[in-house]
Structure formats: structure tokens, C-alpha cells
């Protein structure tokens, strides 16, 4: 029996730790469920304080790279983080309200760049269908 440690790993350690134990049990996965398991859920504990202490120690704990020039997080603050979640999840609540965001580049490293929805209202489209019973322009 393959006795496997409680310890939370870093996303690529575990989805290489998945991939092998699929591969001594016998169980088949396919190239990109050992990744999506390894992006699942996992505890983060990241002290209240200033965004960038958060942000370093928030990229550390989930093992990623993490990119930005300070001046964007400059004298922004964070409520911290605790709790179990995804990567992407995990950022998105560290930076709400910021009006920044943090992209996922190609090789799993993420890049903080100013949110492209800052100040924006999204609405829902509607189609508003009626008919005239009154030109427009006065003559009926």
C-alpha cells in the first residue's frame, strides 16, 4: 500500500505526485488531469496587510511566479487571505476592489496588470422589440 502524506504540496509537485500514483495504481489519466488536479483547491493562509507582502507571500504558498512593477500595488492594501482555493480564485479575492488582475501567461506564471473592467458597468444585452404608433418626427 502506497502510503501518501497529508502535507499540501505546491500545484506542480502534486500533479506530478497524482500522475505517479496513477501510474502505480494502474489507473489511466489522460495528459491534462494530472494538471487539472493539481490547479483543484488548496489552503492558502496570507497575514492582512500591505498587497504586495500579500501578493509575495499569496505566489509563494501556490508556487507560482508572480510578475508586476510596484507602483501598481503601491500604498494598496489587503485583507488577507484563509481558506481553501484555487489559484486564480485565491487572486481574484486578494486583489478585489484593487482594480487589478492577475493574468495566466502560457508557461504558468501569472503577470499583475490593471483590470480591463476598472470603472466599467457591464450590462446584460436586451432586445426590446415594440411597434410605432406615432412617427417620430411629428407628421401622424
Given amino acids: 500500500m502506497l502510503a501518501v502524506?497529508?502535507?499540501?504540496?505546491?500545484?506542480?509537485?502534486?500533479?506530478?505526485?497524482?500522475?505517479?500514483?496513477?501510474?502505480?495504481?494502474?489507473?489511466?489519466?489522460?495528459?491534462?488531469?494530472?494538471?487539472?488536479?493539481?490547479?483543484?483547491?488548496?489552503?492558502?493562509?496570507?497575514?492582512?496587510?500591505?498587497?504586495?507582502?500579500?501578493?509575495?507571500?499569496?505566489?509563494?504558498?501556490?508556487?507560482?511566479?508572480?510578475?508586476f512593477d510596484p507602483s501598481l500595488t503601491r500604498e494598496l492594501r489587503s485583507s488577507g487571505l484563509d481558506g481553501d482555493y484555487s489559484v486564480e480564485a485565491g487572486f481574484a479575492v486578494l486583489l478585489s476592489g484593487s482594480g487589478l488582475s492577475a493574468e495566466a501567461s502560457a508557461d504558468g506564471s501569472y503577470r499583475l496588470q490593471r483590470s480591463a473592467t476598472e470603472g466599467a458597468l457591464e450590462m446584460k444585452s436586451q432586445t426590446i422589440i415594440g411597434e410605432a404608433e406615432e412617427d417620430p418626427k411629428g407628421a401622424g
Fill in 5 to 67: 502524506s497529508p502535507a499540501r504540496f505546491r500545484p506542480l509537485t502534486r500533479a506530478l505526485h497524482i500522475a505517479a500514483f496513477g501510474l502505480i495504481a494502474g489507473v489511466s489519466l489522460l495528459p491534462g488531469q494530472a494538471l487539472l488536479a493539481a490547479l483543484a483547491a488548496q489552503h492558502f493562509s496570507v497575514p492582512h496587510g500591505a498587497l504586495e507582502d500579500a501578493l509575495n507571500a499569496y505566489a509563494r504558498q501556490a508556487g507560482v511566479l508572480l510578475s
